[in-house]
């Protein structure tokens, strides 16, 4: 993503020259080959999510989800992509600031499309705020600490109100969507105390900006989910955004993959939903929402190409 601080070539000659302590090169060996077997274990598992949704829905109704990629569906998701990530920049923003992180509203816009467009395309959906955690773990009051609990209160707000909307509108149905509503309220709780946590000691205002561009990343997505009905010419079904967002946001898989499809095609029948169009909306979500982090890709490859003449 971005340069960490205090990463030029100074600094890591003179971290490099120092001696790794007794068993911390084994140490650091086990964790790489942890993290490498969590990728390939988040790979095998939207491979596996998407092959049983095929097994029961449909290949077709997967494959119909690339039928929606054309001009107006792609700049709606450029539109609505920026919107929802406009919205994120500025609680990132708010969120650094309150850790003691000074962060412009260009620098934190860049940010979130560089950490959106890594969470969509590499395994877990973590790896994006991981890094941006990272990069700042040596700025704020609290080394690593201040960052982290930042990026946690962005992300959590987010979901809590994504898995709160699906708790409501699954809970207007009946069994089985109503133990799916039960576990989405239990997580959205959950998800709710832990963006207070991370959010303690922040004004109340500043706390309610939070979660007012929360609502608006959320509402973003949810249209652009809609985009993505409307592009395969089937119904508009908001319950089907919910359902879907809601799974895609859960740390497995890559990009959602899987989860978002299964999740769609499984309740769609208690829902009274036509499930293979469901799930070839959740496909065509898929493709748009990838595409609408593109951005992302040109702020990686800006400061790639910065970096030689930087430690130059």
Same mark, same amino acid.
């Given at each position: 993503m971005t340069q960490v601080p205090g990463t030029s070539a100074a600094s890591r000659t003179r971290t490099g020259s120092r001696a790794l302590p007794a068993g911390e090169a084994p140490r650091r060996t086990r964790t790489q080959r942890g993290g490498r077997w969590m990728r390939v274990l988040a790979v095998i598992a939207s491979v596996v999510l998407l092959a049983i949704t095929a097994r029961l829905i449909g290949a077709q109704a997967l494959t119909a989800g690339f039928t929606a990629l054309g001009p107006v569906s792609v700049l709606a998701a450029a539109v609505l992509g920026f919107a929802a990530t406009g919205a994120q920049a500025l609680r990132w923003h708010l969120l650094a600031a309150a850790g003691g992180i000074r962060l412009g509203l260009g620098r934190a816009l860049a940010d979130c499309y560089a950490s959106s467009f890594a969470n969509m395309v590499l395994p877990g959906g973590l790896a994006g705020d991981a890094v941006r955690a990272a990069v700042y773990r040596d700025r704020g009051r609290r080394r690593w600490l201040s960052p982290l609990l930042a990026v946690g209160a962005e992300r959590l707000s987010a979901t809590t109100l994504l898995f709160a909307a699906a708790a409501v509108i699954l809970s207007l149905h009946t069994s089985p969507a #109503?133990? @799916?509503?039960?576990?989405? !309220?239990?997580?959205?709780? &959950?998800?709710? $105390?832990?963006?207070? =946590?991370?959010?303690? /000691?922040?004004?109340?205002?500043?706390?309610?900006?939070?979660?007012?561009?929360?609502?608006?990343?959320?509402?973003? #997505?949810? @249209?652009?989910?809609?985009? !993505?009905?409307?592009?395969? &010419?089937?119904? $508009?079904?908001?319950? =089907?955004?919910?359902? /879907?967002?809601?799974?895609?946001?859960?740390?497995?898989?890559?990009?959602?993959?899987?989860?978002?499809?299964?999740?769609?095609?499984?309740?769609?029948?208690?829902?009274?939903?036509?499930?293979?169009?469901?799930?070839?909306?959740?496909?065509?979500?898929?493709?748009?929402?990838?595409?609408?982090?593109?951005?992302?890709?040109?702020?990686?490859?800006?400061?790639?190409?910065?970096?030689?003449?930087?430690?130059?």
């Open positions: #109503l133990i @799916a509503a039960a576990a989405a !309220a239990t997580v959205s709780f &959950g998800c709710a $105390i832990a963006a207070v =946590v991370c959010m303690r /000691g922040m004004g109340t205002r500043r706390q309610l900006v939070v979660w007012a561009t929360s609502a608006l990343s959320v509402a973003a #997505l949810v @249209a652009l989910f809609l985009v !993505a009905m409307r592009a395969l &010419g089937g119904r $508009i079904e908001p319950i =089907v955004a919910i359902i /879907g967002l809601a799974a895609m946001s859960l740390p497995v898989g890559v990009g959602g993959w899987g989860p978002r499809e299964l999740s769609v095609g499984l309740l769609a029948g208690p829902l009274a939903l036509h499930a293979e169009s469901a799930v070839s909306a959740a496909t065509a979500y898929g493709l748009l929402a990838t595409a609408s982090t593109l951005p992302g890709l040109a702020v990686l490859l800006w400061h790639w190409l910065r970096q030689p003449r930087q430690q130059g």
